[in-house]
């Protein structure tokens, strides 16, 4: 069974600081991965997706990611942070030989400090 | 375009009672996929429709079951609540095939057994 793991439950940072989040699945097949951020009150909503090419992939807001395969991870980055970045951000894949259902992680609660 | 729209925003059950969930998805999306978030967890994948049928479904009891309308807009229906069900209960829609699996959520409906 697919399973998805964030390295940290809770990150607090200056504004101005770099993000770095964890996610590391379990699958040994061919995946997409995301991630998505919750805004407080709001809905999901996705930041960055991997389908294939490029493991290094940019999303909205000036976020990124690197999809490492030998690692099974696929990192999130922000070379600077905002306040208004404070959110929850999940890491989910997606099995392409199963169809559309994702596998989230659970979450890692981002705070940032003005 | 409106987006997905989930109703209602909050409800409060008995235990014991029944529920019925509902989700519009964006438009030009044919597949509905259902997601129970518990309080400070990640999304869990609950089941998924296209053309009508359950294509997909997740680690949940036969107490969930659900629908999907001619015109793609879907409902969750779990029987005989426990105080467990208490979550956000999440509808995301996206396209039906393997190449582009991006879904967009709803703002969720919120279920609290008591």
């Known amino acids: 069974a697919q399973s998805v793991s964030q390295h940290n439950h809770h990150v607090i940072l200056s504004e101005a600081a770099s993000l770095e989040l964890g996610c590391n699945y379990s699958?040994?097949?061919?995946?997409?991965l995301f991630w998505y951020v919750q805004y407080p009150g709001q809905h999901l909503q996705l930041l960055l997706k991997?389908?294939?090419?490029?493991?290094l992939v940019k999303g909205i807001k000036g976020f990124e990611a690197e999809f490492i395969k030998s690692k099974f991870s696929f990192n999130l980055r922000k070379p600077s942070v905002q306040w208004s970045d404070t959110a929850e951000y999940f890491c989910?894949?997606?099995?392409?030989?199963?169809?559309?259902?994702?596998?989230f992680g659970p979450g890692t609660r981002l705070s940032v400090l003005p | 375009d409106a987006g997905v729209t989930q109703s209602p925003t909050h409800l409060i059950k008995t235990r014991g009672q029944q529920v019925t969930l509902r989700c519009s998805p964006k438009?030009?999306?044919?597949?509905v996929s259902w997601y129970q978030q518990a309080l400070g967890q990640g999304p869990q994948f609950i089941f998924q429709?296209?053309?009508?049928?359950?294509?997909q479904r997740g680690n949940f009891p036969d107490r969930f079951s659900g629908h999907q309308f001619p015109n793609y807009s879907s409902e969750l229906n779990v029987n005989a609540l426990l105080l467990g069900d208490s979550a956000l209960y999440l509808c995301?829609?996206?396209?039906?095939?393997?190449?582009?699996?991006?879904?967009?959520f709803g703002q969720g409906t919120r279920l609290t057994v008591v």
């Open positions: 991997y389908f294939s090419g490029d493991p």
């Open positions: 429709y296209y053309e009508e049928e359950e294509r």
């Open positions: 989910a894949v997606n099995a392409q030989n199963y169809g559309q259902n994702f596998v």
């Open positions: 699958y040994g097949g061919t995946v997409n």
């Open positions: 438009s030009g999306h044919d597949t």
């Open positions: 995301a829609s996206s396209s039906w095939g393997y190449e582009n699996t991006e879904a967009f």
